[in-house]
């Protein structure tokens, strides 16, 4: 009986919801400048300044990115101002997530595939800025974003040619 109230509870809050998102309009990159998933000039992005709560599993979508310096993650980790090894599992999350960096150096286990994976949140995936050279020319993150480094992937069992987008749910460690 507890377990289908607290099913319950977890449903009706996560339908009332609302994040209602703001937007900021693309630009075109200099030539070179962007090498994927580049903002296109005249497009309207949204943004986000929040994200659905976090409730035991929560649903999200993963991304890959790099937190090497040269990769494409852009700029060191906001974490801790460094670049870390796409070896290490390792996350960025959306804004509402990451939470000012409350998250900062916690753990996060990740499911999918039948497979789960223990990551550390060392960034954040900005959900409320984009389509700038700081932010290599790329659209702002959707509001229940996990980019995650390589680790993270070949963790949860997904070949390097199937990389990109992939339903998980995630939960505090």
């Known amino acids: 009986m507890l377990t289908a109230l607290s099913l319950l509870f977890v449903a009706s809050v996560r339908s009332q919801f609302s994040c209602n998102p703001g937007s900021i309009p693309g630009i075109t990159p200099p030539e070179g400048q962007c090498d994927s998933d580049c903002c296109v000039q ?7 300044t929040c994200s659905p709560p976090v409730l035991g599993q929560t649903s999200a979508t993963l991304t890959i990115n790099s937190f090497e310096e040269g990769g494409d993650g852009g700029g ?64 702002p993150c959707g509001n229940s974003i996990v980019d995650a480094s390589k680790a993270v992937w070949e963790a949860l069992g997904v070949s390097e040619g199937d990389r990109g987008e992939l339903q998980i749910t995630w939960s505090d460690a």
């Open 42 to 48: 005249g497009q309207q992005y949204p943004t986000y």
């Open 76 to 139: 060191p980790s906001a974490c801790d101002g460094k670049y870390h090894s796409d070896d290490t599992p390792l996350v960025a999350l959306s804004t509402g997530w990451f939470s000012g960096g409350s998250r900062c150096f916690r753990n996060i286990a990740i499911q999918a595939n039948a497979r789960s994976v223990i990551a550390m949140v060392v960034d954040e995936c900005n959900s409320t800025v984009g389509c700038d050279a700081e932010h290599g020319y790329q659209p």
